[in-house]
């Protein structure tokens, strides 16, 4: 296990999971913000990993950012701070050569839900919910979760959620697409594993293309998808583990992936 500052990191396996480890809230600030964007690093970088879980330690996955952190700040202080942590951040897991699971037990605020909903996949405990509290409680609107959510889940759900500041339950987020699944809280963590060491038995290669081409379609017309998509799996059979996928399949084995 490695420790940073403010979370820990660990791989068994080829899994890498990120835990942030800030109690009692796991508020976030620069430096979370900072040691997040390293163990991303770290995780991506390593070839033994190949899928990459973030969670938080005790109560919930995060408080979302320390509003005494922001007491002070003025609009350029703000602006600085959300330019790395919005923008940076979420560019460097859409970037991500690996898939990302967020895991969600208790509560997500603001800035976590930012975390969680920048993955690819988010799976929640049935007690937990999310929430944006920012309106009632920073007088500002809630940064570039106004895209995710709008995204996500429409934009009359979304203002409801956005301008209220109420929690949404789970199970309510599941229904709207928000949430991959749920499961009772003494369970979460051994379900994510089972889903993680399911994307680990499959080609490391498909994995990336594939993040890749939901990334690279998601803000296309529908006349820019088809050559876009028609390269990509083009390219993908020209591959050896997707020869070998085939061949696997029809020798009724699996398959030994090499990467190329």
Not at 47 to 68: M, Q, Y
Not at 111 to 126: K, P, R, V, Y
Not at 140 to 145: A, I, L
Not at 166 to 173: G, Q, R, S, T
């Amino acid at each position: 296990m490695s420790t940073f500052e403010t979370l820990d990191y660990m791989v068994t396996g080829s899994r890498a999971e990120i835990i942030l480890n800030r109690p009692p809230l796991n508020l976030i600030d620069y430096d979370l913000t900072y040691d997040y964007l390293a163990a991303l690093e770290l995780a991506d970088n390593d070839p033994n990993v190949k899928v990459i879980i973030l969670r938080g330690e005790g109560r919930g996955l995060s408080g979302g950012v320390d509003i005494k952190f922001l007491e002070k700040f003025g609009a350029t202080e703000m602006k600085e701070f959300l330019s790395l942590f919005y923008v940076k951040t979420v560019e460097r897991v859409r970037a991500l050569q690996k898939p990302i699971i967020a895991v969600v037990h208790g509560f997500a605020r603001e800035g976590a839900c930012t975390l969680a909903f920048a993955c690819d996949m988010i799976l929640a405990s049935d007690d937990s919910d999310f929430g944006y509290p920012g309106v009632p409680n920073l007088a500002s609107p809630p940064g570039m979760h106004v895209w995710h959510l709008q995204k996500l889940m429409g934009r009359m759900k979304a203002a409801k959620l956005i301008l209220t500041g109420d929690p949404m339950p789970a199970k309510e987020a599941e229904r709207l697409g928000l949430v991959t699944d749920i499961y009772p809280q003494d369970e979460l963590l051994n379900e994510t594993y089972k889903l993680a060491d399911r994307l680990c038995e499959m080609s490391p290669l498909a994995l990336r293309s594939a993040r890749e081409l939901m990334y690279r379609t998601e803000d296309m017309n529908f006349k820019q998808v088809p050559p876009t998509a028609l390269d990509a799996m083009a390219a993908a059979f020209a591959t050896d583990d997707s020869k070998e996928a085939r061949k696997a399949f029809t020798e009724k084995r699996k398959p030994v992936w090499t990467g190329k």
